[in-house]
């Protein structure tokens, strides 16, 4: 399911079943020792889940540890992101300063997308510009998150999202209403999202907007702790969702010289019952520019 938002070189690995807990490595297991059964088990085979990924990029299998702010602790070079939600555990990695393809529209435009996904037919065109970069992005963090795909608790947006964000979601949430779904309910899912198996709230719309923003904001928190070693409020990240799978994001707070001129890109889709985010954060660096007529541009 990662492979939807995932860019093709992050390794990634998930499942739905656990593993046994005998494969928990040493030096893992006392952040787990007083743990009940199910923590062990999502902790566990989130870990044998990033030692898959990692294999992936050739890396033999390590530890992976917890650091003292609740990350997890990669081999040197690599950077990665684990979530865990009730069936359902996954991993993603990368070397340090792998690119990654996106493009993207000149600043100050709408948000990137990964170039290697077509856009879908609901997607909306390109903003007007006068050229389309094609943009390499050189990963410094990666952060995944996965949640049920179930409106959040009552309260949520009021402890997670900023009044604009609220509003962002209300217009999202009525542009879906009023369209027949494959399934009959009301709302249809965007083309670059299948629908999740469990149903639509009754009286709602199919897309938990509020779930999918503190995903999504889980997601940006799980790609800035690692790069900053400094905390982040949910009011100190914009996150702005968009109906096509991408989000952007705008961190609020100040933001240490060597991470200032990074670049953030979301996506999120909904899949089998589960909400999925990813946060890529790195270096852009364009590859070439192109007209908008297709031309190179000088
Ligand atoms: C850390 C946090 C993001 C985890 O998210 P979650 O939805 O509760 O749980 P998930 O299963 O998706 O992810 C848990 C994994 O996140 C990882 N994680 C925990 N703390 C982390 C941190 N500081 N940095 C990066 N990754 C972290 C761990 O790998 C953890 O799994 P593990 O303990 O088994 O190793 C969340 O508990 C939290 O503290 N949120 C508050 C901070 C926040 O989100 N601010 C919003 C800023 S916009």
Same mark, same amino acid.
Request: one cysteine or more; glycine letters at 8%.
């Given at each position: 399911?990662?492979?939807?938002?995932?860019?093709?070189?992050?390794?990634?690995?998930?499942?739905? +079943?656990?593993? $046994?807990?005998?494969?928990?490595?040493? *030096?893992?297991?006392?952040?787990?020792? @007083?743990?009940?059964?199910? @923590?062990?088990?999502?902790?566990?085979?989130?870990?044998?889940?990033?030692?898959?990924?990692?294999?992936? %990029?050739?890396?033999?299998?390590?530890?992976? $540890? /917890?650091?003292?702010?609740?990350? $997890?602790?990669?081999?040197?070079?690599?950077?990665?992101?684990?979530?865990?939600?009730?069936?359902?555990?996954?991993?993603?990695?990368?070397?340090?300063? /792998?690119?990654?393809?996106?493009?993207?529209?000149?600043?100050?435009?709408?948000?990137?997308?990964?170039?290697?996904?077509?856009?879908?037919?609901?997607?909306?065109?390109?903003?007007?510009?006068?050229?389309?970069?094609?943009?390499?992005?050189?990963?410094?963090?990666?952060?995944?998150?996965? &949640? $049920?795909?179930?409106?959040?608790?009552?309260?949520?947006?009021?402890?997670?999202?900023?009044?604009?964000?609220?509003?962002?979601?209300?217009? %999202?949430?009525?542009?879906? %209403?009023?369209?027949?779904?494959?399934?009959?309910?009301?709302?249809?899912?965007?083309?670059?999202?299948?629908?999740?198996?469990?149903?639509?709230?009754?009286?709602?719309?199919?897309?938990?907007?509020?779930?999918?923003?503190?995903?999504?904001? &889980?997601?940006?928190?799980?790609?800035? *702790?690692?790069? /900053?070693? %400094?905390?982040? &409020?949910?009011?100190?990240?914009?996150? /702005?969702?968009?109906?096509?799978?991408?989000?952007?994001?705008?961190?609020? @707070? &100040? +933001?240490?010289?060597?991470?200032?001129?990074?670049?953030?890109?979301?996506?999120?889709?909904?899949?089998?019952?589960?909400?999925?985010?990813?946060?890529?954060?790195?270096?852009?660096?364009?590859?070439?520019?192109?007209?908008?007529?297709?031309?190179?541009?000088?």
């Amino acid at each position: 399911m990662l492979s939807k938002i995932l860019p093709a070189n992050v390794a990634y690995a998930e499942t739905d +079943v656990d593993v $046994p807990l005998d494969l928990a490595w040493p *030096q893992e297991w006392s952040a787990v020792t @007083r743990a009940v059964d199910e @923590r062990r088990r999502q902790y566990v085979t989130t870990r044998h889940c990033a030692r898959r990924a990692l294999s992936q %990029l050739g890396l033999a299998p390590v530890a992976i $540890p /917890t650091a003292p702010d609740r990350s $997890p602790v990669w081999p040197p070079g690599v950077i990665g992101s684990l979530t865990h939600c009730p069936g359902y555990r996954g991993a993603a990695v990368a070397r340090r300063g /792998t690119l990654v393809a996106v493009s993207g529209w000149p600043a100050p435009g709408p948000p990137s997308m990964f170039a290697a996904e077509p856009s879908p037919p609901s997607a909306p065109a390109p903003a007007p510009g006068p050229s389309q970069d094609h943009i390499d992005l050189a990963l410094s963090a990666i952060g995944i998150d996965a &949640e $049920p795909a179930r409106p959040g608790p009552r309260g949520l947006l009021d402890r997670i999202a900023s009044a604009s964000e609220r509003a962002e979601l209300a217009a %999202l949430a009525a542009s879906c %209403l009023g369209t027949p779904a494959p399934d009959g309910s009301a709302t249809e899912l965007p083309a670059t999202h299948e629908p999740a198996t469990d149903s639509p709230a009754p009286d709602g719309p199919a897309i938990p907007w509020d779930r999918v923003l503190f995903s999504a904001k &889980e997601s940006v928190f799980k790609a800035w *702790q690692p790069l /900053t070693h %400094l905390g982040l &409020e949910f009011s100190e990240a914009a996150v /702005t969702l968009q109906i096509d799978g991408r989000f952007a994001v705008k961190i609020l @707070r &100040e +933001v240490p010289a060597d991470v200032r001129g990074l670049s953030w890109h979301g996506r999120w889709v909904i899949i089998d019952g589960l909400i999925l985010t990813v946060v890529l954060v790195g270096t852009a660096r364009s590859r070439h520019a192109v007209s908008r007529a297709g031309l190179p541009l000088t």
